[in-house]
């Protein structure tokens, strides 16, 4: 299922930050998208505890892990900020150079970015997020179903993403880019509805 549009114009930062905050967008290419209402709680938890788990690891630390809500800004040159038509809000990103955080939230794009997948949402994620941020140079792409209890991970390589890594939600994964990060699933997984 595709995400609504806020409407067919061109839109940009200084539009975005304009709108009212009694629903929450992103902003592709210019495409104002309607996020989905309130995830469910599945989803929640699973984006908690891999932020908690990254975070742990990296206090401290250059590197920053952060959770949505959190403007990432992706300009395309150097742009002022209100002509930048990309800004989205990844579930759970970590940036480590700390000249792309300012005031607003992040200009640039992060290291790592995690999706986690819900019906809503799901193909946006996976094929125009996963273009986004590869064109971007997001280094390492997350997608966690919770449902299916699966995980595809991109890692960017020659300003591509090669095939994807897929795997389930068990045991230990490091993340390649930063594999002081190892997100363990077994607790997470079984706190998870299994009707979900």
Known sequence: MALALRDRNYHTYADYIGWSNDSRYELINGEAFLMSPAPALAHQE????????????????????FIAPVDVRLPKQNEADDQIDTVVQPDVLVVCDSRKLDKRGIRGAPDWIVEVLSPATASHDQIKKRQLYEQQGVREYWLVHPTDRLLTIYRLGDSEYGKPQLSTLEGETPVGILPEIVIRWDELVKDLPKDD
């Not at 699973?46 to 920053?64: D, F, M, P, S, T």
């Open 46 to 65: 699973v984006a908690g505890e891999i932020y908690r788990q990254a975070a742990n690891v990296l206090r401290g630390k250059a590197c920053r892990a």
